[in-house]
């Protein structure tokens, strides 16, 4: 199905209105990983990838990180994240997962989370 010229992919203006209403957990792992803060490392937030929208990317590691909130408790999420992981494990993406709650009330510690992964780099 060809689109109308000047018209947005549906799987882009999804990522734009994702970047609107950023959740708590969210918008607590941007202030980490903007403007560079974490190691220099440029990140996208509500990036696209394929079909499916990364919470954040960085390119030049080929690193997702995806924050799950209560909904991934349920078994046909869980599915769907199985799905997705393996979609980007086969592009030659890692991806690592945080807990909403996790990043909200232990930052720290995801931090600490991710300079571990970025010395094993």
């Not at 060809?2 to 992919?9: E, T």
């Not at 734009?16 to 950023?22: C, F, G, I, K, N």
């Given at each position: 199905?060809?689109?109308?010229?000047?018209?947005?992919?549906?799987?882009?203006?999804?990522?734009?209105?994702?970047?609107?209403?950023?959740?708590?957990a969210e918008e607590e792992m941007w202030r980490v990983l903007r403007s560079r803060q974490l190691h220099g490392l440029k990140f996208r937030r509500q990036a696209v990838i394929g079909s499916f929208v990364a919470d954040f990317l960085c390119y030049r590691l080929k690193l997702v990180i995806e924050l799950d909130g209560g909904i991934h408790q349920t078994e046909a999420q869980r599915d769907r994240d199985q799905n997705r992981t393996a979609y980007l494990e086969e592009h030659g993406f890692e991806v690592l997962r945080f807990e909403n709650a996790e990043v909200l009330e232990q930052p720290a510690v995801v931090v600490e989370r991710l300079r571990a992964w970025l010395r094993t780099r």
């Open positions: 199905m060809q689109r109308k010229p000047g018209s947005v992919p549906p799987i882009l203006a999804a990522a734009r209105r994702l970047r609107r209403v950023s959740t708590p």
